[in-house]
T-cell receptor, first 111, second 114 residues
Framework: SQQGEEDPQALSIQEGENATMNCSYK?????LQWYRQNSGRGLVHLIL?????REKHSGRLRVTLDTSKKSSSLLITASRAADTASYFC???????????FGTGTSLTVIP | KAGVTQTPRYLIKTRGQQVTLSCSPI?????VSWYQQTPGQGLQFLFE???????NKGNFPGRFSGRQFSNSRSEMNVSTLELGDSALYLC?????????????FGQGTRLTVV
Protein backbone atom coordinates (compact mmCIF):
# COMPACT_ATOMS: atom_id res chain seq x y z
CA SER A 1 0.00 0.00 0.00
CA GLN A 2 1.15 3.52 -0.59
CA GLN A 3 2.40 5.47 2.34
CA GLY A 4 2.11 8.93 0.91
CA GLU A 5 -0.75 11.05 -0.17
CA GLU A 6 -0.36 14.16 -2.27
CA ASP A 7 -2.73 17.04 -2.13
CA PRO A 8 -4.28 18.33 -4.27
CA GLN A 9 -4.79 15.51 -6.75
CA ALA A 10 -4.93 18.03 -9.57
CA LEU A 11 -3.89 21.65 -9.87
CA SER A 12 -4.32 24.07 -12.74
CA ILE A 13 -2.60 27.46 -12.76
CA GLN A 14 -1.57 30.21 -15.14
CA GLU A 15 1.99 30.51 -16.32
CA GLY A 16 3.99 32.71 -13.96
CA GLU A 17 2.00 31.74 -10.88
CA ASN A 18 3.37 29.64 -8.05
CA ALA A 19 2.29 26.05 -7.53
CA THR A 20 2.23 24.37 -4.16
CA MET A 21 1.63 20.69 -3.59
CA ASN A 22 1.66 18.78 -0.36
CA CYS A 23 2.61 15.30 0.67
CA SER A 24 1.71 13.46 3.84
CA TYR A 25 3.18 10.18 4.99
CA LYS A 26 2.57 7.73 7.80
CA UNK A 27 5.78 6.41 9.34
CA UNK A 28 9.16 7.82 10.28
CA UNK A 29 11.56 8.46 7.43
CA UNK A 30 15.22 9.04 6.75
CA UNK A 31 14.59 11.20 3.73
CA LEU A 32 11.90 12.28 1.31
CA GLN A 33 12.35 12.77 -2.40
CA TRP A 34 10.25 14.59 -4.97
CA TYR A 35 9.94 13.42 -8.55
CA ARG A 36 8.32 14.72 -11.72
CA GLN A 37 6.74 12.52 -14.37
CA ASN A 38 5.70 13.65 -17.82
CA SER A 39 2.89 11.77 -19.54
CA GLY A 40 3.60 8.29 -18.19
CA ARG A 41 7.29 8.47 -18.88
CA GLY A 42 10.12 7.96 -16.42
CA LEU A 43 10.48 9.76 -13.14
CA VAL A 44 12.80 12.73 -13.01
CA HIS A 45 14.48 13.31 -9.66
CA LEU A 46 13.88 16.83 -8.38
CA ILE A 47 15.15 17.06 -4.84
CA LEU A 48 15.98 15.04 -1.73
CA UNK A 49 15.42 16.39 1.74
CA UNK A 50 16.76 14.60 4.79
CA UNK A 51 14.76 14.10 7.95
CA UNK A 52 16.98 16.56 9.85
CA UNK A 53 16.42 19.29 7.28
CA ARG A 54 13.46 21.64 7.31
CA GLU A 55 13.82 23.41 3.99
CA LYS A 56 15.74 22.99 0.79
CA HIS A 57 15.98 24.99 -2.43
CA SER A 58 16.90 24.05 -5.94
CA GLY A 59 16.39 26.66 -8.64
CA ARG A 60 12.68 27.46 -8.73
CA LEU A 61 11.89 24.63 -6.34
CA ARG A 62 11.46 24.95 -2.60
CA VAL A 63 10.78 21.92 -0.46
CA THR A 64 9.85 21.94 3.20
CA LEU A 65 9.65 19.04 5.59
CA ASP A 66 7.80 18.88 8.89
CA THR A 67 8.54 15.54 10.51
CA SER A 68 6.29 16.30 13.46
CA LYS A 69 3.33 16.55 11.09
CA LYS A 70 4.70 13.94 8.74
CA SER A 71 4.28 16.24 5.80
CA SER A 72 6.24 17.93 3.06
CA SER A 73 5.46 20.58 0.51
CA LEU A 74 6.87 21.37 -2.89
CA LEU A 75 6.66 24.93 -4.16
CA ILE A 76 7.38 25.72 -7.78
CA THR A 77 7.79 29.45 -8.32
CA ALA A 78 7.16 31.34 -11.54
CA SER A 79 5.69 28.27 -13.21
CA ARG A 80 6.17 27.54 -16.90
CA ALA A 81 4.15 25.49 -19.34
CA ALA A 82 7.00 22.97 -19.31
CA ASP A 83 6.30 22.32 -15.62
CA THR A 84 3.08 20.56 -16.63
CA ALA A 85 3.51 17.05 -15.24
CA SER A 86 2.64 14.79 -12.34
CA TYR A 87 4.60 15.26 -9.16
CA PHE A 88 5.24 12.51 -6.63
CA CYS A 89 6.78 12.37 -3.23
CA UNK A 90 8.65 9.24 -2.20
CA UNK A 91 9.63 8.23 1.28
CA UNK A 92 12.21 5.63 2.13
CA UNK A 93 11.32 2.49 4.01
CA UNK A 94 14.51 2.48 6.10
CA UNK A 95 15.69 -0.37 3.93
CA UNK A 96 17.63 1.14 1.09
CA UNK A 97 15.93 1.87 -2.16
CA UNK A 98 12.46 0.65 -1.31
CA UNK A 99 10.38 3.78 -1.60
CA UNK A 100 6.77 4.46 -0.92
CA PHE A 101 5.22 6.79 -3.43
CA GLY A 102 2.28 9.06 -3.00
CA THR A 103 -0.65 9.21 -5.35
CA GLY A 104 0.74 12.21 -7.17
CA THR A 105 -0.41 15.71 -8.00
CA SER A 106 -1.22 16.44 -11.62
CA LEU A 107 -0.10 19.98 -12.39
CA THR A 108 -1.27 21.84 -15.48
CA VAL A 109 0.33 25.17 -16.28
CA ILE A 110 -1.69 27.16 -18.79
CA PRO A 111 0.37 29.37 -21.13
CA LYS B 1 27.20 10.47 -17.72
CA ALA B 2 24.50 8.26 -19.19
CA GLY B 3 21.32 7.83 -17.22
CA VAL B 4 19.41 4.71 -16.33
CA THR B 5 18.64 2.73 -19.46
CA GLN B 6 15.67 0.42 -19.71
CA THR B 7 14.98 -1.87 -22.64
CA PRO B 8 12.76 -2.37 -24.42
CA ARG B 9 10.70 0.81 -24.18
CA TYR B 10 7.50 -0.85 -25.35
CA LEU B 11 6.37 -4.43 -25.34
CA ILE B 12 3.17 -6.22 -26.29
CA LYS B 13 2.70 -9.76 -25.05
CA THR B 14 -0.11 -12.29 -24.96
CA ARG B 15 -1.61 -13.71 -21.81
CA GLY B 16 0.32 -16.73 -20.59
CA GLN B 17 3.60 -15.66 -22.13
CA GLN B 18 6.62 -14.57 -20.18
CA VAL B 19 8.67 -11.40 -20.50
CA THR B 20 12.10 -10.17 -19.49
CA LEU B 21 12.86 -6.51 -18.95
CA SER B 22 16.34 -5.07 -18.67
CA CYS B 23 17.79 -2.19 -16.69
CA SER B 24 21.29 -0.75 -16.92
CA PRO B 25 22.00 1.55 -13.99
CA ILE B 26 24.07 4.69 -14.05
CA UNK B 27 27.75 3.85 -14.25
CA UNK B 28 29.09 3.23 -10.77
CA UNK B 29 25.67 2.67 -9.23
CA UNK B 30 25.32 -0.69 -7.56
CA UNK B 31 21.77 -0.60 -6.25
CA VAL B 32 18.84 -1.26 -8.55
CA SER B 33 15.18 -1.34 -7.67
CA TRP B 34 12.06 -2.00 -9.71
CA TYR B 35 8.60 -0.49 -9.55
CA GLN B 36 5.31 -1.14 -11.25
CA GLN B 37 3.07 1.79 -12.11
CA THR B 38 -0.60 1.36 -12.96
CA PRO B 39 -3.44 3.88 -12.98
CA GLY B 40 -5.26 2.00 -10.25
CA GLN B 41 -2.44 1.12 -7.87
CA GLY B 42 0.06 3.88 -8.56
CA LEU B 43 3.75 3.20 -8.07
CA GLN B 44 4.45 0.00 -6.20
CA PHE B 45 7.78 -1.48 -5.17
CA LEU B 46 8.70 -4.80 -6.74
CA PHE B 47 12.22 -5.61 -5.54
CA GLU B 48 15.66 -4.22 -4.88
CA UNK B 49 19.08 -5.61 -5.68
CA UNK B 50 22.52 -4.74 -4.43
CA UNK B 51 25.71 -6.61 -5.24
CA UNK B 52 23.75 -9.33 -7.04
CA UNK B 53 21.61 -10.00 -3.96
CA UNK B 54 17.94 -9.30 -3.55
CA UNK B 55 17.60 -7.12 -0.48
CA ASN B 56 13.88 -6.49 -0.44
CA LYS B 57 10.80 -7.72 -2.21
CA GLY B 58 7.42 -6.11 -2.50
CA ASN B 59 4.05 -7.75 -2.24
CA PHE B 60 3.89 -9.35 -5.67
CA PRO B 61 3.27 -12.97 -6.64
CA GLY B 62 6.11 -15.34 -7.39
CA ARG B 63 5.53 -14.85 -11.12
CA PHE B 64 7.59 -11.70 -10.71
CA SER B 65 11.28 -12.34 -10.29
CA GLY B 66 14.52 -10.57 -10.92
CA ARG B 67 18.24 -10.76 -10.75
CA GLN B 68 21.30 -8.59 -10.85
CA PHE B 69 24.53 -9.30 -12.65
CA SER B 70 28.09 -8.59 -11.58
CA ASN B 71 28.12 -5.41 -13.70
CA SER B 72 25.05 -4.20 -11.74
CA ARG B 73 22.71 -4.58 -14.70
CA SER B 74 19.41 -6.03 -13.65
CA GLU B 75 16.62 -7.96 -15.28
CA MET B 76 13.12 -8.66 -14.14
CA ASN B 77 11.00 -11.50 -15.42
CA VAL B 78 7.28 -11.97 -15.36
CA SER B 79 5.97 -15.41 -16.17
CA THR B 80 2.47 -16.50 -17.12
CA LEU B 81 1.43 -12.97 -17.95
CA GLU B 82 -2.01 -11.74 -16.96
CA LEU B 83 -3.95 -8.79 -18.31
CA GLY B 84 -3.43 -7.03 -14.99
CA ASP B 85 0.33 -7.06 -15.50
CA SER B 86 -0.08 -4.34 -18.11
CA ALA B 87 1.81 -1.43 -16.62
CA LEU B 88 4.79 0.87 -16.83
CA TYR B 89 7.76 -0.85 -15.22
CA LEU B 90 10.33 1.53 -13.84
CA CYS B 91 13.85 0.85 -12.74
CA UNK B 92 15.80 3.07 -10.34
CA UNK B 93 19.48 3.10 -9.57
CA UNK B 94 21.54 4.61 -6.83
CA UNK B 95 25.11 4.40 -5.64
CA UNK B 96 24.21 2.06 -2.83
CA UNK B 97 21.24 1.33 -0.63
CA UNK B 98 21.19 3.90 2.06
CA UNK B 99 19.35 6.67 3.69
CA UNK B 100 21.04 9.54 1.92
CA UNK B 101 21.33 8.42 -1.65
CA UNK B 102 19.26 9.81 -4.46
CA UNK B 103 17.53 7.31 -6.69
CA UNK B 104 17.38 8.01 -10.42
CA PHE B 105 14.81 6.40 -12.66
CA GLY B 106 14.86 5.21 -16.23
CA GLN B 107 12.21 5.99 -18.84
CA GLY B 108 10.43 2.76 -18.13
CA THR B 109 9.18 -0.18 -20.14
CA ARG B 110 5.53 0.00 -21.14
CA LEU B 111 4.19 -3.56 -21.08
CA THR B 112 0.82 -4.31 -22.62
CA VAL B 113 -0.67 -7.76 -22.15
CA VAL B 114 -3.43 -8.69 -24.60
Amino acid sequence: SQQGEEDPQALSIQEGENATMNCSYKTSINNLQWYRQNSGRGLVHLILIRSNEREKHSGRLRVTLDTSKKSSSLLITASRAADTASYFCATDANTGNQFYFGTGTSLTVIP
Amino acid sequence: KAGVTQTPRYLIKTRGQQVTLSCSPISGHRSVSWYQQTPGQGLQFLFEYFSETQRNKGNFPGRFSGRQFSNSRSEMNVSTLELGDSALYLCASSLFPGEETEAFFGQGTRLTVV
